[in-house]
């Protein structure tokens, strides 16, 4: 488990849920060159080239327009939703607060991320770098495995974006921040896709 962990992992109100007509339902269309992938071992890199593209197609949606993701105080913060999750994990880790971090996780992910924020110098990057964050929304979701993935974009200054996914899982407590499909093969295509290409009509990721 690495900090990318936390950080996708990862006016004071709750994100306006009903705000944005969403574009579905239906399904979204991943695409992403072979060389992209983490996983260079698995199913979808298997004889192909680097420059070849992976495909996968999942359950989703995108939002138009895209959902904006507000901070929210914890007294306020609440789990009903995936979106209204992602305000909360946001807004926790912006402050830095390690039981409010924590909270937003699911049970079984979060001995992992406890001992993370045991290291300082790993809690002070994660702080840091949600602290560049200047907006952050939602542009869609998907579905794998039965979890929620949020195409989370982060816009940090000087004009710099970037759209990570970020799974959410239901709980007893709500909507939690979960690891469970990290190492996943389709996961690792989306997340391909998100990180280093646009939307085409339905279709994610740079490879054509």
């Known amino acids: 488990m690495t900090l990318r962990v936390l950080i996708a992992l990862a006016g004071m109100a709750l994100l306006p849920v009903s705000a944005a007509p969403a574009q579905g339902?239906?399904?979204?269309?991943?695409?992403?060159?072979?060389?992209?992938?983490?996983?260079?071992?698995?199913?979808?890199?298997?004889?192909?080239?680097?420059?070849?593209?992976?495909e996968v197609a999942l359950p989703g949606r995108l939002n138009q327009p895209?959902?904006?993701?507000?901070?929210?105080?914890?007294?306020?913060?609440?789990?009903?939703?995936?979106?209204?999750?992602?305000?909360?994990?946001?807004?926790?880790?912006?402050?830095?607060?390690?039981?409010w971090i924590l909270e937003n996780f699911s049970p079984d992910a979060q001995a992992g991320v406890r001992s993370l924020l045991a290291e300082p110098a790993t809690a002070q990057r994660n702080r840091d770098y949600y602290k560049t964050i200047q907006k952050l929304e939602i542009t869609g979701s998907v579905e794998l495995r039965g979890y929620t993935l949020l195409l989370s974009r982060e816009?940090?200054?000087?004009?710099?974006?970037?759209?990570?996914p970020v799974t959410v899982g239901k709980t007893a407590e709500g909507r939690k921040q979960a690891n469970a499909v990290s190492a996943d093969e389709t996961f690792d295509v989306v997340s391909a896709a998100v990180r280093w290409g646009g939307i085409r009509a339905g279709t994610l990721g740079a490879c054509t």
Do not use: H
Not at 67 to 95: F, G, Q, Y
Not at 155 to 164: K, L
């Open 66 to 99: 895209p959902l904006s993701v507000a901070l929210v105080d914890r007294k306020t913060a609440d789990w009903s939703t995936p979106e209204r999750a992602m305000a909360s994990i946001r807004s926790a880790n912006t402050a830095g607060d390690a039981a």
């Open 25 to 54: 339902p239906g399904r979204l269309t991943f695409r992403a060159r072979v060389s992209e992938l983490g996983l260079q071992t698995g199913s979808y890199a298997k004889s192909k080239r680097p420059d070849d593209c992976a």
């Open 155 to 164: 816009e940090r200054g000087g004009g710099e974006a970037r759209v990570v």
